[in-house]
């Protein structure tokens, strides 16, 4: 038509997020296992990924871009994931809790309260959408704790509160993972008597803290795709907690006014 391919509207971009996530290597796969020798895949961060996605729905232009889920923009935006037939971004991801060698002998009340940690999108949303919508992270976190007080003391029960011990996560700045490192924080601190620090780093950094021993854990650890090259470097040097969410997902995404629905679509 008038308006070229789907690659000549949208300069053959894929708009990315941090070149350490695991959804920028998938896409780079994806690249290749679809043959789309003519896309280029754009490094950038979460934040700038969103801000380009508002600016092209306010236009109302096409736009392909890294997705995951839970994400507050399915909310906020009519919004589809472009079907994936070969897999590429995986199947049944899970977000893991990793802490690093030890824990279980050095803070068993944190390692306690972290293996009873588990939720949902919908919970996560909550608090993505709150701080989407202009409240800071903690506040946010708080406030969710606060409303939701059968699901924190399950995760705290039998939890044995310390007397300002230091505890230290590590995470990115994904808006799934400000929202859930956010939350632990605040339940370890006023629940549970931590002195919590959560740092904010790259998924590298992130990974590699735990493994070392530098960071006690992480909540942001996607398995068993999306970060499956940093597990197979660390597996044996932390420990799994297993699955704090379950059914959360990664791929390509686009506004549902952009006429495509397959991967397979991006070759013509
Ligand atoms: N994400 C969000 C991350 C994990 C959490 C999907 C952007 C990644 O791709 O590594």
Do not use: C
Not at 194 to 222: H, I, R, S, Y
Request: charged share 25%; aromatic share 10%.
């Amino acid at each position: 038509g008038a308006a070229g391919s789907i690659g000549e509207q949208v300069n053959h971009e894929i708009i990315g997020i941090d070149p350490g996530a695991g959804i920028m290597k998938a896409t780079a796969a994806a690249i290749e296992e679809y043959g789309l020798t003519d896309w280029k895949l754009i490094e950038g961060s979460g934040a700038a990924m969103t801000a380009t996605l508002d600016k092209a729905i306010k236009k109302k232009e096409p736009i392909i871009i890294t997705g995951w889920t839970p994400h507050w923009m399915f909310s906020k935006y009519d919004l589809k994931y472009l079907e994936d037939p070969k897999k590429v971004y995986g199947e049944a991801e899970e977000i893991h809790t990793v802490v690093r060698k030890g824990l279980k002998e050095d803070q068993p009340e944190a390692y306690q309260f972290l293996s009873n940690f588990k939720w949902t999108s919908d919970d996560m949303g909550q608090i993505m959408t709150a701080i989407q919508e202009g409240q800071n992270p903690e506040a946010a976190a708080k406030e969710w704790m606060e409303a939701n007080s059968e699901k924190v003391n399950e995760w705290t029960q039998g939890v044995q509160p310390v007397d300002g011990k230091s505890f230290k996560f590590s995470y990115v700045a994904w808006d799934s993972e400000i929202a859930s490192t956010n939350l632990l924080k605040v339940i370890m601190e006023e629940k549970l008597g931590f002195k919590v620090e959560a740092l904010q780093v790259e998924a590298g950094p992130m990974w590699t803290g735990v493994a070392n021993g530098d960071v006690d854990a992480t909540v942001a650890a996607w398995l068993p795709l999306t970060h499956a090259d940093y597990w197979d470097k660390f597996k044996d040097q932390v420990e799994d907690l297993g699955a704090n969410m379950e059914g959360v997902k990664t791929g390509l995404v686009v506004p549902s006014y952009v006429d495509v629905n397959s991967i397979e679509d991006l070759k013509k």
